[in-house]
């Protein structure tokens, strides 16, 4: 049996949770989320719990089992608490600022790089080289913040460009580094 699978997934207080023919909506204080479950997949709602089933152990179920209760416990994550991701933007003259619902950057372009906010994505720039997504749905928030990452990666000399918060860029030495 998959470990993951088998897991209950508790239902928070204030999240509703309800499954019409192979469809799970979730609902909660942040907002609503649905996903179409696979029809091989029982998805039970009692006690306050969640609970995933599979029919067989073919390998499919089984590789669907742990997944179909991953993506509902982070649906309900999501209704309640949210995700979010930060991006630091590292460079001389490299900033960004919010101006309404626009991200505007500049990243060492002739232009300014702008983004705009989406109806579930937000972006909050604390600091001139801060940059977080906020959102409910996890997959679309690591998307959007690719996405921005995607804008002016970082370079592996001196660093600069959009990197995540936790990512480690491995630098190399320059032409001038090499042992003679």
Avoid: W
Avoid at 11 to 28: E, F, M
Avoid at 49 to 74: A, F, Q, Y
Avoid at 88 to 103: A, I, M, P
């Amino acid at each position: 049996m998959s470990r993951i699978g088998r897991k209950p997934i508790n239902i928070p207080a204030g999240v509703t949770i309800s499954n019409d023919n192979g469809v799970i909506t979730v609902k909660g204080p942040k907002g609503e989320l649905s996903l179409n479950v696979n029809r091989n997949m029982t998805v039970e709602v009692k006690d306050g719990v969640i609970e995933v089933s599979r029919p067989d152990d073919k390998k499919e179920n089984r590789s669907l089992h742990g997944l179909t209760r991953t993506l509902i416990n982070n649906m309900v994550i999501g209704v309640t608490e949210g995700y979010k991701k930060e991006l630091q933007v590292n460079g001389v003259g490299y900033r960004v600022q919010k101006q309404g619902n626009k991200c505007v950057m500049n990243l060492g372009y002739s232009h300014q790089v702008i983004v705009e906010d989406t109806d579930d994505i937000k972006l909050e720039v604390p600091d001139p080289n801060k940059i977080i997504v906020v959102g409910i749905d996890k997959q679309k928030v690591g998307q959007f913040a690719a996405e921005i990452r995607e804008k002016r990666p970082p370079e592996p000399y001196k660093g600069k460009g959009i990197k995540y918060a936790d990512e480690v860029i491995r630098r190399k030495e320059g032409k001038a580094g090499k042992g003679k």
